[in-house]
């Protein structure tokens, strides 16, 4: 008779990991216990040394599947009498396994709620071992029914057996309930006041005559409508105040889903995945959902029911007008946090709804929906939150303990433990001060849940970002990391990338080390030592942040060398013409003028100039009209001229621009964005070449939001591919600001580290 002490780690609370292990070890004929505890799950086993040794065989090859396991350490103990295995509760204490991500209903579940002879039979709110709400419902750890907002809920008689009955798949299942039990839904009129019946009911009879209700989900409330109307989605961008920006849409299923979009196997394995995350498709553009849902785009947001809430919507069996496809988006107002709190939903979108279908279990933390395409060969990630926030990226070295703020848009923030990096849900614009304050109390939560001590706080150079001043004013040490070169090093610890590297950097903007407006950058180093090899020549942003809202005034600026009489006069045709007087007089005086080399605003410019939005409601809105209009099937490319200066390589953008402006006598406008994209490819490819020449470096870097551009990612790549590169995507992590914080926590320690503050300065 043999014992071995078991510690395992990784993402194995809340998986149905214990369950797993008692049923593993009655199937050996093996005694012993296991427990939840702060390092994941810890076990003793005691049998016949063939059988235990059969028990570790078999442990990671049938682990469940949403498990992560990191390391399983074993050690030989003195054996002890015993004659069962059980599962003892946990320990509590300091933390340091991880909580998991919200995982979608599982097939099994749907069954039940489909199943009128269930017992679960129309509960939408199901959920089991495998699936169900997690990190959402997580006051602390270990994950334990008692530590999450299911406390609310003692299980009635039948669910308590089926949760000590080691043969159920709801043994030990932290999140299952029933009818009995369980929370339920209700319904309420727009004023928040509960209406009697069947909340399906009156949600769809509200959806189905082109109305739009509140519904609360897993990570907080979506505001959704039917999205063939196009008078339903119309009033719903009016009343959330929404730009031109697409909406993404919930199919009721795969089959729905795959009549209005493309979908490979890939694809198709993500849609269902527990993620569930919305993800970037082809549009087949049937006619059945009203264009407004995404204007002129080729690519729509899709995604499949998540909660049996969702489930419900859809399948409402009592009544015959099945919905096959609703706009599902996130219940604020444009830039506010999503609203969790059902009297906040009442209070603040009760102007925007006809009603709201919700539950008494309560949310404790804010998740968005989760944005992803695949590209060259990869999930990438736009958005990372529900579904994959909070688990770890593992960076294969130890760091120190620290916060890392993001940026000031789309912000996420990092914590660190050891070599994992705990990216926080997505916070959206600290601009907004409702946003700011909750991305305070959000850090000092998510602090507390992971058992995080900082001792450093890593913000942007930029001194205006709120995540800076949040920085500064904290009681932890602070560093200030380049926000491009955080960039870069986001895919370096992603990809756990080797050896030194050529990151290149195409961005909307961020702040410089000079001062400028970074955003056309291409670097090369590795570690806490970095060059800046080449960059696009600095042009005006006449009216500063201004320039970003209307990217005509970057057109006029590429073109005020050459002094376009041309552009001039349409300036004139769209009575801009005196609004360009007067900045062109700011450049010159210098006011309000930064100068800048990001490549987002030259594909604003060159959007603006060849007939695309000359204002827009959201950064990127000329560059997604200026790749969707592409005609990939057109061929030449722009003369570009690559000077060697002091200070590195540098490229003259406005030659470029010029270049456009003259070819619109000759070209499509679709000609001419593909001819640019062409370009902008050929140009990195040979920037690449000449820094290899100098630095002898193999291994490429891409990075920076305009890098979202498939058209671009794609034609960059295959360049590179061709001249012998190595180029490095990571998988869910988003290539704009989003990302950005594991880069800050890369590199801000790696500068700790070394006690350096500047990596600039090192390399010389
Ligand atoms: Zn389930
Ligand atoms: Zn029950």
């Not at 086993?45 to 396991?69: R, T």
């Not at 005559?209 to 609360?216: F, P, R």
């Not at 198709?268 to 919305?278: G, Q």
């Not at 679709?670 to 990195?684: D, E, G, N, Q, Y």
Request: proline fraction near 5%; aromatic fraction near 8%; glycine fraction near 10%.
């Amino acid at each position: 008779m043999e014992r071995r002490h078991l510690d395992i780690s990784g993402l194995v609370q809340g998986v149905g990991f214990r369950p797993f292990l008692y049923n593993l070890a009655a199937h050996e004929g093996i005694t012993g216990w296991v427990r939840n505890n702060f390092g994941g799950v810890e076990l003793e086993i005691q049998g016949e040394k063939s059988k235990i040794s059969s028990f570790l065989k078999n442990l990671p090859l049938q682990a469940p599947a949403a498990a992560v396991i990191d390391s399983v350490a074993v050690v030989d103990i003195p054996a002890v009498s015993e004659s069962k295995f059980v599962i003892l509760t946990s320990e509590s204490g300091q933390i340091s396994g991880s909580p998991l991500p919200d995982q979608g209903i599982c097939e099994t579940c749907m069954e039940e709620i489909r199943n009128q002879t269930d017992r679960r039979s129309r509960y939408f709110l199901n959920s089991c071992i495998v699936c169900g709400p997690r990190f959402t419902i997580m006051e602390d750890l270990p994950f334990d029914r008692s530590r999450t907002s299911m406390v609310k809920f003692p299980l009635c008689s039948k669910c308590q057996a089926e949760y000590s009955s080691p043969g159920d798949r709801r043994f030990h299942a932290q999140t299952m309930a029933c009818p009995e039990c369980g929370p339920s839904l209700w319904f309420a009129d727009s004023e928040g006041e509960m209406v009697p019946g069947d909340p399906f009911f009156h949600a769809g009879k509200i959806l189905n005559n082109g109305g739009i209700i509140g519904i609360k989900g897993i990570g907080g409330y979506h505001l959704a409508c039917l999205a063939s109307s196009e008078q339903a989605v119309a009033r719903l961008r009016i009343l959330k105040g929404r730009d031109n920006r697409a909406f993404a849409v919930m199919f009721r299923d795969m089959e729905t889903l795959k009549a209005e979009c493309e979908v490979s196997d890939d694809e198709a394995k993500v849609l269902t995945s527990a993620a569930r995350p919305i993800l970037l498709l082809k549009q087949i553009r049937t006619g059945r959902i009203a264009h407004s849902v995404n204007p002129d785009l080729k690519e729509l947001g899709a995604f499949l029911p998540y909660t049996g809430i969702h489930l419900g919507l859809f399948t409402m069996d009592d009544n015959d007008s099945g919905i096959s496809a609703l706009v599902m988006t996130s219940g604020n107002r444009s830039g506010e946090p999503l609203t969790i709190d059902d009297s906040l939903a009442f209070q603040e979108l009760t102007f925007m709804v006809d009603g709201f279908l919700g539950h008494n279990r309560p949310i404790l933390w804010r998740c968005d929906d989760s944005v992803m395409r695949f590209g060259q060969g990869k999930l990438l990630g736009i958005r990372r939150s529900r579904g994959y926030a909070p688990a770890p990226v593992k960076v294969g070295r130890s760091l120190v303990p620290l916060l890392a703020c993001g940026a000031q848009q789309k912000n996420v923030f990092a914590l660190t433990k050891g070599e994992q990096v705990f990216l926080s849900p997505h916070q959206g614009d600290l601009d907004q001060l409702e946003t700011f304050i909750s991305y305070q109390e959000t850090i000092l939560r998510f602090q507390r849940l992971l058992q995080c001590k900082p001792e450093w706080a890593i913000h942007d150079l930029h001194p205006d970002y709120n995540s800076t001043m949040f920085a500064r004013n904290s009681s932890l040490k602070t560093i200030g990391v380049q926000h491009h070169l955080a960039h870069v090093n986001t895919v370096i610890a992603a990809c756990q990338i080797e050896g030194p590297v050529i990151g290149v950097a195409f961005d909307g903007s961020g702040y410089g080390t000079d001062g400028k407006i970074w955003g056309g950058e291409f670097f090369s180093g590795e570690g806490a030592c970095w060059k800046r090899n080449a960059f696009f020549s600095y042009y005006p942003m006449p009216g500063g942040e201004g320039a970003v809202r209307e990217p005509w005034r970057m057109a006029a600026s590429y073109l005020q060398p050459t002094g376009s009489e041309r552009f001039l006069n349409r300036l004139a045709e769209k009575k801009l013409a005196d609004q360009w007087t007067a900045l062109r007089k700011a450049i010159q005086l210098g006011i309000n003028t930064p100068y800048t080399s990001s490549v987002g605003r030259l594909f604003d410019g060159v959007a603006a100039l060849i007939g695309g939005p000359l204002q827009v409601g959201y950064e990127g809105e000329a560059a997604v009209w200026l790749e969707n209009i592409a005609d990939n099937t057109a061929a030449g490319i722009y003369r570009y001229h690559i000077d060697h200066g002091e200070d590195g390589f540098r490229v003259d953008p406005g030659d470029i621009v010029t270049q456009v402006l003259e070819d619109m006598d000759f070209c499509e406008k679709s000609v001419i964005s593909m001819k640019f994209h062409r370009t902008m490819a050929a140009l990195i490819g040979e920037m690449v070449e000449k820094i290899y020449a100098q630095t002898g470096y193999k291994q490429v870097v891409l990075s920076g939001g305009v890098f979202q551009n498939r058209l671009l990612l794609d034609l960059a790549v295959e360049i590179l591919h061709n001249e012998g590169f190595e180029v490095f995507l990571p998988e869910q992590i988003p290539l704009n600001d989003g990302g950005i914080a594991l880069g800050q926590a890369w590199l801000g320690n790696l500068m700790i580290e070394r006690g350096i503050t500047d990596v600039f300065s090192s390399s010389r």
